[in-house]
């Protein structure tokens, strides 16, 4: 290792590569650097240590769990990227901002360092910790394209996301894994703005018409549905519904994120819902059965839908898909909306690198590929 310029280089400085880095140094091993694409440290991590991150008492749903088991920080992934970025300062890691790491270096078969242009850095051992490639339309197409396929698709997390990974390592032949997996989450095509979930009094119908699910389930959950209606589906209201959820002024969501309460929707409220009729992205109408044309579903099936929908308002109980009774509510005076919805929003991609519980990525040929370790996103599963 001596004869290298450092001994551990790390791609990528996220959670996952800040991480590495931290364990690499407490194992005693000196020279580390981390090179990151962007000028800024920490990409779309929003994953924690515990070294002083400081977290909210109460827990939220994070995927597809039943019960809330996510802890929040407060100031969100910042403060998770600051705490491991100032350990690593305080350790002796070295960092190299706007370096976008273009070749691995490889000797016999072996990783030992990495280059960007003709500057080459050699090194006993290469992390990659690059992140998904949610923002490379190419390579959703190619490992994604669930996502790609949605036609509205856009990413949400950090621009450094392009999946470099997958092109570096190309001559070492890796093993991939999750192909077309990853988190897409519902997206209304509105406006280009994050939200995780629909506000629980919209009522969501595939294109028969009919509801297939509760529509505040974790969105771990309702991809898999999306994708079972063929990813498209149309939110249903009425006008008193919207006009009550814009007068609160905030989202009426299952969950409510800690340090995020009071906030309106940034989609499902009187003035986007205005504008986006005059671009055609939301349908109106006078009735349910002329709302059903509109988008082109059944109307004999969308009218017997909001009407079992309303039976259910009515009771005070959704004997179909348990949504939780608070937000049941009745859709029977005009004007009707219809907003199509796909599952376009990527927010994380899991097709990657495959690597043993060492973190060792896997050749192809089955065999450990010397001197490369995958983390994080980039890392798609161990193997067992
Ligand atoms: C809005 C949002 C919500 C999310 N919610 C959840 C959740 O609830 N649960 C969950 O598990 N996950 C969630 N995720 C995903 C999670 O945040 C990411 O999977 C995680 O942060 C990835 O961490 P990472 O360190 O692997 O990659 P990143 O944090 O993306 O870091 C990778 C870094 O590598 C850099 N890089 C890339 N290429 C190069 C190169 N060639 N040379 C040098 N540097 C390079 C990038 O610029 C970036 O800084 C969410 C993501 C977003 C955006």
Redesign the pocket.
Known sequence: MSESDVDVLV???????LTAALAVREAGIERVLV????GV???????SGDLGVEYYEQLVF??DETKPR?HCSIVR?QAVVDVLARHCRDRGVDFALG????RLVTESGAVNGVAVGDDVITAGAVVI????FGNSPEKLAEYFPSAADTGWSWY???????G??LD?TRDVHPQLAGRDRG?RLIHSDLDHI?E?YLPGWLVLVNREGRRFCNETAPYGNMDGLMKMQGDVAFAIFDHPTLEEATRLGTARYKQTIPGSSKKQSPHWNHDVIELMIKEGKVHRAQSVADLATLIGVPAEHLVATVERSNAGAEAGEDADYLKDASFLERIDSAPFYAVEVRTATV??TACGLRTDRQARVLGRDGRVIPGLFA????AAAHAR
């Open positions: 791609i990528g400085s996220g959670a996952a590569g090179a990151e694409s962007e440290i920490g990409g779309s991590s929003r994953l994070g995927g996510v992934g370096r976008r790491i273009d910790a690059t992140g998904g949400v997390g950090a621009d450094g996301s392009r470099d990974a570096l988190l994050y995780a927010a994380f983390a994080g996103e980039v």
